[in-house]
């Protein structure tokens, strides 16, 4: 009986535990499902775009007044790249040959070589510069024919350096220069005098003892070079007049002694003899003849004397 009152407990038990089971899963099904509490949001984080090295930076529009070129410029390797000072570059015979009325002027420069000389004075740190007076070909047609030929190496170099001042002078300055104005030739103020007289601040005229010249236009200048078209070729003295020739040495005579004069040949004996008796020179004319006229008185007097005597004598015999 006890054992039949025990099952029937678990087996209400039972009954009751599938009951609530049921009941609670049916409910949780049936009932709306409610959103949970949100939490108020958080700021979004910013995100980088994508690199990408190989990609450009997008060009933007320059600002007004700012200057998009480096003052630097930047090698690939990213090093920047030292900025070297170019040396000026002058070139006499360019300049010449652009004006296209100096190719006399021109040949000359080259064939003596001293355009290399002077291009390389403009480049000289501390040099004063160079003022060049410029021929033009009409100029040279001036000279005597062969004139330029005639010259030596040594000569043409000469009349170029003559045309070439070791200083730059500005047109307006010309007034500020000694006479006689030293060239590259030289110093010597007699044979390579160059003297410049200025008009008025502008006009210019030179004389060289030999030529007469202006200079008629600025073919280029800057604030080391200035060249001067002239309406003569500048000759020096040095080259118009001939050169000091040495005094010729006294030939010898042929066939041994040089011959003498009879005359000076008497009286060097004449001379000798003298010296050998006493060292007595020879007396002038008047002296000689004064000597004759007073032994010839004596000589009457010795004879008046011996006469009187003679006839003194006979008169006592």
Same mark, same amino acid.
């Given at each position: ?26 409910? !949780? ?8 509490? $949100? ?5 979004? %984080? ?16 320059? !600002? ?9 410029? +930047? ?53 004063? &510069? ?34 070439? %001042? ?12 000694? @006479?006689? +104005? ?16 200025? /008009? ?10 030999? +030529?007469? !010249? ?13 060249? /001067? ?27 041994? $002694? ?13 001379? &000798? ?11 002038? !004319? ?9 032994? @010839?008185?004596?000589?009457?007097? +010795? ?15």
């Amino acid at each position: 009986m006890k054992t039949q009152q025990s099952l029937f407990s678990a087996s209400v038990l039972l009954l009751a535990l599938t009951l609530f089971y049921f009941t609670t899963t049916i409910s !949780a099904q049936l009932s709306p499902v409610q959103a949970p509490v $949100a939490s108020p949001p958080a700021p979004p %984080l910013p995100q980088s775009p994508p690199l990408s090295p190989l990609s450009p930076p997008a060009a933007t529009a320059p !600002a007004p007044g700012f200057n998009t070129v480096p003052l630097v410029p +930047v090698t690939p390797s990213g090093a920047p790249t030292p900025v070297v000072p170019k040396a000026p570059s002058i070139d006499i015979v360019q300049i010449l040959r652009k004006a296209k009325r100096f190719s006399v002027l021109i040949r000359l420069l080259k064939t003596t070589q001293l355009i290399n000389q002077l291009n390389s004075q403009l480049v000289t740190s501390g040099s004063g &510069g160079l003022t060049f007076f410029a021929p033009e070909d009409s100029a040279f047609s001036k000279l005597k024919a062969g004139f330029l030929n005639s010259l030596s190496d040594r000569q043409k170099v000469e009349l170029l350096q003559f045309h070439t %001042l070791s200083s730059f002078i500005s047109i307006s300055n010309f007034d500020t220069l000694t @006479n006689p +104005v030293q060239t590259q030739a030289g110093d010597d103020p007699k044979r390579l005098q160059l003297n410049v007289t200025t /008009y008025g601040g502008s006009q210019v005229s030179m004389t060289t003892g030999a +030529v007469n !010249a202006t200079v008629t236009g600025t073919v280029y200048t800057d604030n080391k070079l200035a060249i /001067y078209q002239v309406d003569k070729v500048l000759l020096p003295l040095d080259i118009v007049l001939p050169s000091k020739a040495p005094a010729p040495a006294p030939a010898a005579a042929k066939g041994g $002694a040089p011959k003498t004069d009879k005359t000076k040949s008497s009286s060097s004996s004449d001379e &000798g003899g003298d010296d050998s008796d006493g060292g007595n020179k020879a007396l002038p !004319a008047e002296a000689s003849a004064a000597g004759s006229v007073s032994l @010839n008185g004596e000589g009457m007097w +010795v004879a008046l004397i011996l006469g009187v005597v003679a006839l003194v004598g006979e008169a006592m015999m």
